[in-house]
Every structure is written in C-alpha cells, then in structure tokens.
C-alpha cells in the first residue's frame, strides 16, 4: 500500500488513486422530540486503505501539502451524489465538514461548492457546513469575512464537537451559526456528571437566545437522551439513533426508537404545549426570497405589525424583519435608490435579525427566561418539528405563565405552597409507567410531633413544618427532583436519574438537618434533658424523644415491570416503620427489575 511519503514521486496518479478509495457515510441527525430525521452528517470513510492512520491524519497530510481545498471538494462531490440517491433527500438535509484551516486560502470555494450543488440538483438551504473547532482561526477577522461569504450565499453553518477545541465563544461569536453540535466529550455520562450537565445547560440557553438550533453529539444510551431532552436540545445525533453507515439504504426519514422515547417521557413530564399552542400567535411569515417590494406591501399592509417572522424554503424560521430597521436604511442618504436597485440595492437577508427560538414542547418558564434575557426582544419564535408555527409577545407569554399558576395553586398545600395530593398521585402514577427511567420515591413522616404540637401548641407546630418544607424544597435537584406535602406532618419526594446512592445521600442529610434545627423550637430544660415528658392515650406517664423525621425510600431500576401505586404504597408503610427504629431514621429498598414467583 502506497504511503504519503512517496507521493512527490507521481503525484497525480497517487491523488487519483486515493480519490478512488475514499468513501463517505451517512448518520442521521434527528429531531429530539419526534425522531423525524432533519438530516445526515457526511463522514469519511476508507482513509486507513488509502495508508493514512486516520481521517485527521488524511486531512492534516493534505493540509501539509497544500491541497485541502481541493480534497474538500471531492468528498462534497460524493457526498451530494450519494444524498441525492435518498429518497428523501429533498426533506433533509446534508450536513458537510468544512475545515477552517482553509478558510482563508480557498476562497473560491463557496462558489465552487454552489456550483456543485447546482450540478446535483439540491439547493443551497438543504447543505449546513460545519465548522470544526478542533483548529484554531489563523486570522479571526479574515476568517470570519469568509464565513459571512459562505452564509451570503444561502449556506447554513454549524458549529462542530463546541467545547473541546481552541477558540469556543469567540467562533460562536464570529461565525454567527445556525446549528452549534456539542461535543460527545459532554454528552457521554451527562446523567451522573452535574458539571457537565451544568455546562450543557448554560450552551443551551445561550444558543436559544441567539436563534442558534442545538445538537447533542454522540447520544448513545437512553439516560444520555433524557436528560439531554430535559436540558433543552433540538436535534441529536449518535449510536442511540445510527451508526455511520456507507449504505444508503439503511437511512430513514423517521427513528421510531426516538419518537417512543419522547412519547414515554412525555407521560412522565409535564407538557405546556397545549398552553404554548393556544397562546401563539401565527403571524403569516415572509419568505427570505421576497422581494423588497412585497417587504415594503406586507408592512403598509398591516399597520399594527412592527416586525414579521422570516422563513426559508423548508418552513424554518431564520430571524424577524424589523418595520424600524428598514426605515432607518430608506430615510438614509440614497437608501430608497439603493433598495430599488436591483443590481446593487440589498435584498431582505440584509436586513433580518436573530430573534430566540423555542421548542412547541419546551417548558414555559424557559421560554420566559428566554425572552427576559435578551432586550427589546419583540418575542418567540416558536417551531415544530423545526417548523415556524407561531410568535409568542411578551403578553402571551404572561397569560401562559398566569395560567399555569393558577392551575397549580389549586393543587398546592394551603400552608407550605408544596403540590398537594393530587399532584403527588399523578407523578407517582406516571414515574411508575416509565419502566426505562430511574426513579427513587421518598417518604417523609416526623417522629414525636404529636406530644410537640400538644406542649407548644399549632402555630409552633406549622413552623415546624414549614421549616422541614424549606430544607425539602432546597433539597431536591429542580432540574430533576420533585418536592410535594401530603398533608400534616407528612412529605413525598420524587428523583429522576440522580442515582439511589446519592438519593439515600440527600435524605439521610435531610434528617440530620431537620432533627438539629427543630430543637432550637423547645425550651431550653427541654433540650437540656433531651425529651419530653407526656401521657399517652391511656393516661401512663411516657417519655417523648425530641421531634424527628424519619424517611422511607424506594428505588425504581430502569428496566422493572409496571408497579402500581398500591404496591409501592404498601412497601413505603413497610419502610415507614423500619425507619423509625433505624439510628439514622432512614430505610430503603430496590424493587427488583422482574417480580418473583
């Protein structure tokens, strides 16, 4: 096999040979809540038979010798003609790697590639580069006019393996994307790393703000997946869904694993897309090819817009068109003669802006803290299925918000603000419908509050309640834990994919922080003795121990048979009473994956 070092001695017919080899594959990119594929990654495949020790090592031989541009554009030319070749392809799109080492040096290289995707037939909305962030910008201003060249000419780009390489916000700054593609690195074991899943969170938001899509690379297990779904990403893509395959004829229009996970999660968390979807306003889009006469119709038109939703081809939005934006530029020096020409005049891409984007399915407080980030925000964008349904304005944002606090104050406890009963029934019942999550149920009961309540009376009583509803309600994780009050001095708490070990954690700490602050509630020869002394029901002297809480958990593996909510109730009474005579008032039990007998 012929290696790079002899390459000086025939180079054309070496380049031809390795042309020859090389292979390109094809990995789906889906959309995280119906598993509708949006698109396929290329990669390239058969380096190592072409004598190279791996793709990098390929790209950075070619690199070294001054042909990247031109490899480049071999590995799109089979790329576009093996997409083409899907059946599908004009609902998807081809996601192709542009590395920015040869920014700077081929700048032909976007006409050339348009040229190309004429030759093809795909047009240029359907292509998304990405943007590698393995290398470091040579020239950050010069690379970036590059960049606005290749996005001037229609081209959608994505940021690729974000977090791991040289520049990270200051490519996000300059190179104003489309799609950012977090790197497997934190994708890989999110649901047991909070810093990672911290990172994750804080990227996530700062895209969404921005208007940038957000794509979890290299998901591969169904915790990876739940958690990036609850953290807010839009499209994922790894071995959960496909490996990279060079058959073309295992690529689908549509993952079935994804959708059912969706719909399992769904059951198990709160939806606001019904709110969402009766609040948002549909206001008719305009498409990014409009001319700036129908622009300027659709403005005078409908006089109590200020701005108008813009979309592609496909129906995605790519930003909004401000009515001030576009009057500042035509009152300007020769601006009205500027837009009417049409050689030199600027077109309605020039004068679109981002606006923030969010999922039909994503949760409203996210949305609105969304919104409140960025100023003078006229609102969200919002999508299905990456699609512009609809516009959410700061009003219908408020009424969604208004609407959900008043459905949940109906079923909070009237002292603690803590969701009731039926709120407890309902997590329950769905926590035990998704057999592939898990779950640990905890359950609170104080030790010794009846001779309390008895000797200082109710109102010292609901503090000492309130006190253990606090040390609860900070507790428990927001991202993944839920706090309810049954009632009295009765508590229940929910965690999803924390971990039993760490769950047994947070509640044997809980019992300890609640049994040291209650005794500042006695008085002062009550806590010196260490006890109370009372009556029992049949009029005996008895000694009380100082109030307590005692915690009974259960823990849900993924992989189990559906329990009901009777026979994890009937175990947590069982755990009840064990807990009560353990020194550190706490009991637990796995319910086991398959039922005995």
Known sequence: MRQMAVANDDPDEYWTDIVGRLDVAFQP?????????????????NCEQAGFA???????????????????????????AKFTRLPHHRQTKLFLNLDNRGLAVDRDLPARSRDLMEYHGVPENSVVFELSERHDFINPNESASVIKHYKRNNFRLAIDDFGTGFSGLQMLYCAEPDFLKIDRFFISDIAEDAKKKLFVAQIVHIAHLLGVVVVAEGVET?????????????LLQGYLVQRPSCDITEMRAHYEIIEQLAKSERRVATSDQKLISDQAHYVQPLPMDASMDRVFQRFRADKTLTFFPVVDVAGEPVGIVREKDLKDYAYSPFGKDLISNKAFGRTLKDFISRCPVADINTRAENILQAYSAVESSEGI???????????????????????????????????????????????????????????????????????????????????????????????????????????????????RCLGFEDTKALCAELTRTFKRDVESFYDDETRRVGHLCGVDRLGNDVVFPLMSVSAAIVHLPPGRPVYSVDEVGQLIAHLKKAAKNNPDHVSSCTMVPQRAG
């Not at 990119?29 to 495949?45: F, K, Q």
């Not at 309540?453 to 993944?480: Q, T, W």
């Open 54 to 80: 791996s793709i990098q090592d390929f790209f950075d031989r070619c690199h070294d010798r001054g042909v990247l541009g031109e490899i480049e554009m071999v590995v799109r030319d089979k790329s576009l």
């Open 381 to 495: 964008i919002i999508v299905d299925d990456m699609k512009y349904v609809g516009f959410l304005s700061a009003h219908s944002l408020l009424r969604i918000i208004n609407e959900k606090n008043l459905a949940a104050a109906r079923d909070q406890n009237p002292l603690t603000k803590l969701p009731g009963n039926n709120v407890i029934h309902e997590y329950v019942s769905k926590a035990l419908d998704a057999t592939h999550v898990e779950v640990v149920l905890a359950y609170f009961d104080f030790d010794n509050f009846k001779p309390f309540n008895d000797k200082y009376g109710f109102r010292l009583g609901d503090r000492a309640i309130l006190l253990f509803a606090e040390l609860l309600s900070k507790g428990v994780p927001r991202d993944n834990g839920f706090a309810g009050h049954v009632g009295g001095d009765d508590f229940f708490a929910g965690f």
């Open 222 to 234: 169904e915790h990876e997946y739940f958690v990036c779904k609850d953290i807010g990403c839009d």
């Open 29 to 45: 990119i889906v959309n995280i809540h119906t598993g509708a594929c949006y698109g396929y990654e290329t990669l390239l495949r």
